[in-house]
């Protein structure tokens, strides 16, 4: 029968190349993720067979079968379930689908740490290369008479051809690396199963093939795991190794879950549950096609992993499975979409999740924090997606301030608010070292205010619709009047006195002066409540979009105007002390123009933009500078 050879996918080859070379300690990790899959090709084909019963009425029971050959120095994994055609066999095999794997390949390439990186990535079916110098996958799809060989030595190629295969499901047979033995042995694998795949809920059998010499003995297959589904047993019977391992298999992950949720709901509507937090982020959590990992089962049988109304997308990391005892078997994954119970069921999780989370913070605030570092820009999607829950998702909100080093909650930024003060004040941008040395929130520091630091790109869009927290709105400190005056603070006599001497009739000149050769850039031109060093700032006007926001909706194309903006001058600089007592003297002799726009162009400098006109901006630049010289 004719064979064909074919190249691996780049990124395929790429990774295959790591997971051979790679150090990582837990090689029997493999045995698990074969298992796995077998395990997931035996639901998938339960669900199928739901509708077309043909498809595995002739051996109706799934069962994982492990056979090693102690001559040949091989270990089969077989599987009853659904099977692979040849394109399946070529695109699962051969190519990796997931979006974003050839930057996350890369990173794993140039990191030290690889080893712990491919836990990240989860390398499935290519983990069998850790432990075998050859693979052979031979596989027959439930319904198609046809079975196909794949072979592999993992270096670039594979060979794919037909073969015969009485049975439906797959084959896989791991050709062991001479220092890989300790995998061919009944102790060993029986071992490993107990610990990894012992929820598995399908019976997971061993038959060792016996040396020539003892073939007649007779061989029994023995059955090595428990083979009830996890979340079906009472927790009392579940060990904490047990839920880890199943969760390890239901997230395709390795580390250690954050938090973990068994449960079982009764009532009007029934269905259980077993749900995780990880204890990482994955890879691609803020990629666009990236889908939440809890499974839907019905009566114990697989439905579908893919039933995007079960989990709002803010709880996408999310793994585990929810078992209902109310939708018909035969349910259809369209018949699912806009389906009442699941929208009755998905509100519950999303309470459930909620609270968890609420208790967590509360009674563990560290261990909340770990969770909020890796998931809270994921969460914060809700308080734009879900307005029912904004309440809740606030007060699990936690934040950088300018006043605290770690993070604080609205609670917390509540009760250190000063007499006077009735906003929530914040600042917002892309990098949180450069919103900190913005100059509009030096007014702030010097009443010690505190303010909000927001840097996930998230922050700008739930700021547009969550106007404020138990009845103090939210303020950015980059638009309108800083109303700082209100508020007492440390400094705020010394301030009054100072604002006494300030000579109001030099500065009222210079504001207009100042308006008169700006009119056209800018909005305005005010004196400045919120600077103390700096002397300018540009704010936005009241009712105007925030300067931060402005800026990534104009990177993503949202907007294509440009606001005019408010320029703040500072009455207390020594600069700006100066330019009014000039503009007195001279009337507004023209030569100050230059020093107008200058003022103006290190304003937009401050707010990372790029000065109107390079080239204006470096000869008015040399004017100025060449009078100070002479
Ligand atoms: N025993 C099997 N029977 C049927 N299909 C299989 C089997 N093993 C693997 N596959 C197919 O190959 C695909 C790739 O498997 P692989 O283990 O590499 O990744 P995965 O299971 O999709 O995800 P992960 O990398 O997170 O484990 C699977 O999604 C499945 O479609």
């Not at 070529?90 to 140039?110: C, H, K, V, Y």
């Amino acid at each position: 029968m004719s064979e064909e050879q074919l190249s691996f996918q780049a990124e395929v080859s790429r990774l295959l190349d790591i997971v051979a070379h790679s150090l990582y300690s837990n090689k029997e990790i493999f045995l698990r993720e074969l298992i796995s899959n077998a395990s997931d090709a035996c639901d998938k084909l339960r669900y199928l067979a739901l509708t077309n019963g043909d498809l595995m009425k002739d051996d109706p029971d799934f069962r994982i079968d492990l056979e090693v050959n102690p001559d040949a120095k091989t270990l089969t994994i077989s599987d009853n379930g659904i099977g692979m055609n040849r394109e399946e066999l070529i695109d699962n095999l051969g190519t990796i689908a997931r979006s974003g794997t050839s930057a996350f390949m890369s990173q794993m390439e140039n990191s030290k740490d690889g080893n712990n990186l491919i836990g990240q990535f989860g390398v499935g079916f290519y983990s069998a290369y850790m432990v075998s110098d050859k693979v052979s996958v031979i596989s027959r799809k439930a319904g198609e008479e046809q079975g196909w060989k794949w072979d592999s030595d993992g270096k670039g190629a594979f060979t794919i051809g037909e073969t015969d295969k009485q049975t439906r499901g797959t084959s896989i047979t791991l050709h062991l690396k001479e220092d890989q033995g300790e995998f061919g042995e009944e102790l060993r694998l029986r071992n490993i199963i107990k610990t990894y795949s012992d929820h598995i809920p399908i019976p997971i059998r061993f038959k060792a093939v016996k040396k020539d010499e003892d073939k007649e003995a007779g061989e029994e297959w023995a059955t090595l795991n428990s083979a009830s589904a996890i979340w079906t047993r009472s927790k009392s019977e579940v060990t904490d190794e047990q839920y880890k391992e199943f969760y390890h298999h239901v997230a395709h992950a390795y580390d250690d879950p954050w938090l973990q949720e068994h449960f079982r709901v009764e009532g009007v509507h029934e269905y259980s549950g077993l749900l995780f937090i990880p204890g990482s982020k994955p890879f691609d959590l803020f990629h666009p096609e990236r889908k939440h990992g809890v499974k839907l089962y019905v009566r114990r049988v697989f439905i579908t992993d893919d039933c995007q109304e079960l989990i709002p997308p803010y709880l996408r990391f999310l793994k585990g499975v929810i078992d209902t005892e109310d939708l018909p078997l035969n349910i259809s994954r369209e018949m699912l979409q806009d389906n009442p119970l699941l929208r009755k069921i998905r509100s519950g999780i999303t309470k459930r999740v909620l609270g968890l989370l609420e208790k967590k913070a509360e009674k563990e605030a560290e261990e909340y924090i770990k969770f909020w570092e890796q998931f809270g820009p994921v969460l914060k999607e809700g308080l734009y997606e879900d307005l029912a829950q904004k309440d809740d998702l606030l007060k699990l909100c936690r934040f950088r301030s300018i006043k605290s080093d770690g993070w604080i909650s609205l609670a917390d930024y509540i009760a250190g608010m000063k007499e006077g003060q009735e906003h929530i004040y914040y600042i917002s941008g892309e990098d949180e070292k450069a919103l900190r040395r913005s100059p509009q929130i030096e007014g702030f520091k010097a009443k010690d205010i505190d303010v909000l630091v927001l840097f996930d790109p998230v922050d700008e869009f739930w700021m547009t619709t969550i106007t404020d927290f138990e009845g103090k709105s939210f303020k950015s400190v980059t638009r309108g009047g800083a109303d700082l005056g209100k508020i007492s603070g440390a400094k705020s006599d010394e301030d009054k006195a100072e604002s006494k001497d300030e000579n109001k009739d030099e500065l009222g000149a210079l504001l207009g002066f100042m308006k008169l050769t700006l009119e056209g850039e800018v909005k305005d031109v005010r004196s400045s409540e919120r600077l103390t060093d700096s002397a300018v700032c540009l704010v936005a006007d009241d009712g105007d979009m925030d300067i931060h926001l402005e800026r990534i909706l104009r990177s993503h194309k949202q907007v294509d105007q440009i606001s005019k903006r408010v320029l703040e001058i500072n009455p207390k600089h020594a600069l700006v002390k100066q330019l009014s007592s000039l503009i007195k003297k001279d009337g507004g002799a023209s030569e100050l123009e230059d020093v107008a726009w200058l003022l103006l162009d290190q304003a937009r400098i401050l707010e990372g933009q790029a000065p109107a006109d390079a080239a204006t901006f470096a000869q008015r630049m040399s004017r100025v500078m060449g009078k100070g010289l002479i």
